[in-house]
């Protein structure tokens, strides 16, 4: 079955260590996305990657850092910089990267990390 | 900047019809999306629009109007499983990337 995989579904980590979240896609996508989401909000975009070994700063990129260094990975990294990391990280992606697409993003489960 | 607005919260009883309202204020537009979100999972599609006027699928129905910057996601005979919150986006050409509203939290009572 064809999907986005991210590991582990919750996270716990002590303040000023730095942690990646896990973003896997089998679906042959091209683009792929980094979101957070806090409680009763909408989702924020911290990074993302139209094309291999290229990404994108979002409109909340400060204290996070990325790769995508292969077609199916985006790991991501949230930094001792970021004030205030808990949240739940969703990744997501999408067939094409081309302007005029019309596809929908897909979206993984999601990470929930909570910083102590 | 891009700004989209949606009602925090609504509530409806079964069986009724919904209507959940977005606008947005956007450069660039390169359709509007919507997606239906369970507490604590991730998002998923329920509906496109790039031109104007109604998309049905089912008890779901979604409009936009691009001169009023409106898009509205209409759901019939709800059902208790309905109680989700739901999302708009907003593609923004060239750039290949969403912006999301706040969503809508929606409460289906007995």
């Known amino acids: 079955d064809g999907g986005i995989t991210q590991s582990p579904k919750y996270l716990f980590r002590k303040e000023g260590q730095n942690v990646t979240l896990s973003c896997e896609q089998n679906?042959?996508?091209?683009?792929m996305y980094w979101y957070r989401q806090d409680p009763g909000q909408g989702l924020r975009l911290i990074y993302y990657?139209?094309?291999?070994?290229?990404?994108q700063k979002g409109d909340i990129a400060e204290g996070y850092s990325v790769s995508r260094e292969k077609k199916e990975s985006f790991p991501l990294t949230v930094t001792s910089a970021q004030k205030n990391p808990t949240a739940f990280y969703l990744c997501?992606?999408?067939?094409?990267?081309?302007?005029?697409?019309?596809?929908?993003?897909?979206f993984g489960p999601g990470t929930r990390l909570t910083v102590l | 900047g891009q700004n989209i607005d949606q009602p925090t919260e609504m509530t409806a009883t079964e069986g009724a019809i919904v209507q959940i309202n977005c606008t947005y204020q956007?450069?660039?537009?390169?359709?509007l999306f919507w997606y239906q979100q369970h507490a604590g999972e991730a998002p998923t599609f329920l509906s496109y629009?790039?031109?104007?006027g109604l998309e049905e699928k089912g008890r779901f129905s979604s409009f936009l109007s691009r001169s009023k910057g409106y898009s509205y996601l209409l759901l019939k005979e709800l059902q208790m499983k309905d109680s989700a919150s739901y999302l708009c986006?907003?593609?923004?050409?060239?750039?290949?990337?969403?912006?999301f509203g706040s969503g809508t939290k929606l409460n289906v009572k007995p």
């Open positions: 997501a992606s999408r067939p094409s990267w081309q302007e005029g697409t019309t596809d929908e993003q897909f």
């Open positions: 679906l042959n996508h091209d683009a």
């Open positions: 990657s139209q094309i291999v070994n290229d990404f």
């Open positions: 956007t450069s660039g537009f390169n359709g």
């Open positions: 629009n790039v031109l104007d």
């Open positions: 986006a907003v593609d923004i050409y060239n750039f290949n990337k969403f912006y």
